[in-house]
T-cell receptor
Framework: DAGVTQSPTHLIKTRGQQVTLRCSPK?????VSWYQQALGQGPQFIFQ???????QRGNFPDRFSGHQYPNYSSELNVNALLLGDSALYLC???????????FGSGTQLSVL | GNSVTQMEGPVTLSEEAFLTINCTYT??????LFWYVQYPGEGLQLLLK?????DKGSNKGFEATYRKETTSFHLEKGSVQVSDSAVYFC?????????????FGRGTSLIVHP
C-alpha cells in the first residue's frame, strides 16, 4: 500500500513564476492538507481539501490556491512566486472522520 | 491564539543517554497534544499523542505526559540510539470546522553519537 506520494521532489523557479505541486493521498483517505515548512521551522498549515472543496484555510495569501480531484488527489498552486516562498511543501492525508495524519516526503521548492 | 514552544536544538547525546525535549503550549480549551518525528529526507510521522490531561503517550521507548497545570508535554526516552537521530516536533491539535488542524512547534534536532 503506497503511502502519501508527492511530486516533484525538487523544483527550482524564479520570482514571479507560477508553480503546481501534486499529491496523491494514502489509499482510502479522502482528506488532503497542505503545509509549508520553512528551513528550521515547523510546518505551517496552508489549507485542507475534502470533497473537492477547501474546508479550512490557514493564514496564507490568495496566491496560494488548491484543487482536489474526484480520486482525492490534490494540487497546490502558488502564483507570483516570492523568494520567501522557498520551503518544503508537505502534503498530509487523513480520513474525514478524523484520525492520524500521514505525511508525504514533501516537495522542496527553491525560488531564485 | 494557539502556539507551541520547544527547546532550541540541536540536542547532542551519546548513545544510551537519557533524553528530554521540552515542550510547552498555549491554547484555548483542551487540545490534543502530539509528538511527530522527521527523519532526514522523509515526511513527518506521528510518534505519540495524548488527548486529555494526565494522559501518557508512549511509543518506541519514548514517553510524554499531558500536564495541564504546567501546559507542558515534554518528550523523554531512557536510552537513546543512533537511529533516534531526527527532528522532533511538538504539536497541538484543535478542532476547526469539524476537522483537526495541528499547530507545530519549530522542531528540535536530536543528534545521537555512537
Amino acid at each position: 500500500d503506497a503511502g502519501v506520494t508527492q511530486s516533484p521532489t525538487h523544483l527550482i523557479k524564479t520570482r514571479g513564476q507560477q508553480v503546481t505541486l501534486r499529491c496523491s493521498p494514502k489509499s482510502g483517505h479522502d482528506t488532503v492538507s497542505w503545509y509549508q515548512q520553512a528551513l528550521g521551522q515547523g510546518p505551517q498549515f496552508i489549507f485542507q481539501y475534502y470533497e473537492e472543496e477547501e474546508r479550512q484555510r490557514g493564514n496564507f495569501p490568495d496566491r496560494f490556491s488548491g484543487h482536489q480531484y474526484p480520486n482525492y488527489s490534490s494540487e497546490l498552486n502558488v502564483n507570483a512566486l516570492l523568494l520567501g516562498d522557498s520551503a518544503l511543501y508537505l502534503c498530509a492525508s487523513s480520513l474525514s472522520s478524523g484520525g492520524k495524519l500521514f505525511f508525504g516526503s514533501g516537495t522542496q521548492l527553491s525560488v531564485l | 491564539g494557539n502556539s507551541v514552544t520547544q527547546m532550541e536544538g540541536p540536542v547532542t547525546l551519546s548513545e544510551e543517554a537519557f533524553l528530554t525535549i521540552n515542550c510547552t503550549y498555549t491554547a484555548t480549551g483542551y487540545p490534543s497534544l502530539f509528538w511527530y518525528v522527521q527523519y532526514p529526507g522523509e515526511g513527518l510521522q506521528l510518534l505519540l499523542k495524548a488527548t486529555k490531561a494526565d494522559d501518557k503517550g508512549s511509543n518506541k521507548g519514548f514517553e510524554a505526559t499531558y500536564r495541564k497545570e504546567t501546559t507542558s508535554f515534554h518528550l523523554e526516552k531512557g536510552s537513546v540510539q543512533v537511529s533516534d537521530s531526527a527532528v522532533y516536533f511538538c504539536a497541538l491539535s484543535r478542532v476547526s470546522g469539524g476537522s483537526y488542524i495541528p499547530t507545530f512547534g519549530r522542531g528540535t534536532s536530536l543528534i545521537v553519537h555512537p
